[in-house]
């Protein structure tokens, strides 16, 4: 069903993540080696099938490929999406920086933070190969018409909060993005085989925020699990709507950009958490979360829905302010922008000014 | 008391002095992120903010073995008041515009680029090797502040109005930089050439003039801060001041 991908065994930690990201490097290169399918000179050859071959013998398309229009604009929203989520996802961690509780602390967390706003370039830099320019997706995410994670929308209230993002929201984020290193199209994959190796360090730095949290004092243990007890339905709720109810999802799959549906990634993050809140000593919010023998996977309790749909339309906690934060950012960054453009005209004019 | 052997010269104040010109530096710079005018400058600011805080981690650790009273690299920057904080004013002043920031950067950096080279060939090895460190990366934070400056100042002529405000400014701030300290490892007041050598020519390019020396606000180095500190001392340490004695 899923081509070649056949599932890889999750030993259930972010480190057999990293093992999967590692394994799609490998036949990223692989696939380089074996060469493309050559296309038969004696035939006309028809666009449309050298596309369908390339995606049939797992082969990247690259930007100056052939592509059908539907499967350019997808990927452009698909990647212009994960981009905004990068920057507008800078802002809940950042919200910490200037109260971060160790100097060692301070230094990890900016770090993210640098490292987010990286993966944002190289997300732009690939959408940019699509024939989109990085401005007019900004100008998309500033005119709310184009979408960034749910997740954002929700507040970082305590420093637990961190360590939870950390763990939760870059663990889900992995688990959603491992596969997508093998993703059709050549841009996208090389930026997510990148992407997945930093976040599955930053989530592991989230789980050492809340293991320390969880074995240090009562208020310390109380603020991680009432961090992990907020984070975790929103969490859930990163792998989008059940699988009935996806519009994306058949072609997606069909065309190698996605390879495993929602609810099938929600499984794994469900299993994987479970695994690890055991070892932090902290308890996942979910009364009917159990051990299901005959499918050998945990039973839980879905998301609510409503909830996802309602901050996607821009009624979560935070939609506004995260958006304005952005919008604001943009205006009173103008004059600066305005400025290195003059200069940079100003030095041009003189060059060509120079007599030959 | 001076059981690590370092020489004498090499005081607590001096490397609180150092250290806290980074941290407090680095808690400006941190502020910035997500709020700048550019993703690139987002990054920039970051990553300029960690090697500030590096530094300060390696100064204030130092700072605290010679002190020897068991004060970490935290209980310096967590649980000392404002009045015990030694950094320069020109530091904890609020960031305001872009243009001020970066010529609070070009100020900080023209002064840290020969005190860190200087230091680095002092006879305390200890703090000869933080400033070695030190050294290469405050040369990245001077560029790019002086790259700014030019582009603002030889920009529009609303960037050229910003640029000179923001210098004009912050100049008496600099002269506390100076301030001799004969028996510090590196006496600041020779180090004002290498200063002015850093700044003038970036100035002249981007077509501001270089402010008259007037008045000029000390007090820092010996904790006579300005109204800013506690303010963003309040902001740092809230946390770590509400959970006395924990790990995090």
Known sequence: ?356 | MNTTGAPVHTTVDYLLGLGDDALVAAQRLGEWVTAAPELEEDVALANIALDQLGAARLLLSYAGELEGVGRDEDALAFLRTDREYRNCLLVELPNGDFAMTMAKLLFLSAYQLPLYTALSGCADERLAAIAGKARKEVAYHLDHAGLWTVRLGDGTEESHRRMRAAVEELWPYTGELFVADPAAPVDPAGLRAAFLANVEPVLETATLPRPADGWGPTGGRAGLHTEHLSYLLAEMQVLHRAHPGARW
């Open chain 1, 1 to 356: 069903m899923y081509g070649h991908d056949f599932p890889v065994p999750d030993d259930g930690t972010a480190g057999g993540l990293l093992d999967q990201v590692e394994a799609a490097e490998v036949a990223l290169r692989a696939a380089a080696d074996r060469g493309r399918p050559g296309t038969d000179p004696a035939t006309d050859t028809d666009p449309q099938d050298y596309f369908t071959a390339l995606i049939g013998a797992d082969q990247k398309i690259e930007p100056r490929d052939w592509m059908p229009e539907a499967y350019r604009k997808t990927l452009i929203r698909q990647i212009a999406q994960h981009a905004h989520s990068e920057i507008i996802g800078m802002q809940p961690e950042g919200n910490w920086i200037s109260r971060a509780p160790s100097l060692k602390r301070k230094a990890i967390l900016l770090a993210k933070v640098q490292d987010e706003a990286g993966h944002g370039l190289y997300l732009y830099a690939a959408a940019e190969t699509l024939g989109v320019s990085r401005d007019e997706l900004v100008e998309l995410l500033l005119a709310g018409r184009q979408k960034y994670s749910s997740i954002f929308n929700y507040p970082t209230l305590t420093w637990a909060d961190v360590g939870a993002i950390g763990w939760l929201v870059d663990g889900a984020a992995i688990v959603n993005q491992v596969p997508l290193c093998r993703c059709s199209y050549g841009p996208y994959a090389r930026a997510m085989i990148r992407i997945c190796k930093e976040e599955s360090f930053h989530q592991r730095q989230g789980y050492e925020i809340l293991h320390t949290l969880a074995h240090g004092t009562p208020e310390q243990h109380a603020m991680a699990q009432d961090a992990v007890d907020r984070w975790w339905y929103p969490s859930l709720a990163m792998f989008g709507p059940p699988d009935g109810d996806s519009t994306h999802s058949q072609q997606s799959m069909a065309w190698k950009i996605k390879r495993f549906s929602n609810d099938e990634l929600r499984q794994r993050f469900v299993d994987m958490c479970v695994q690890q809140a055991g070892v932090l000593g902290l308890t996942l919010p979910d009364p009917d979360l159990r051990w299901n023998e005959s499918r050998q996977a945990h039973d839980y309790t879905q998301p609510d829905y409503a909830e996802l749909m309602r901050v996607i339309s821009g009624d979560g906690p935070c939609n506004r302010q995260r958006i304005a934060h952005r919008r604001r950012a943009d205006a009173d960054g103008a004059w600066v922008r305005e400025a290195a453009e003059a200069y940079a005209a100003k030095r041009a004019a003189e060059r060509t000014a120079v007599p030959a």
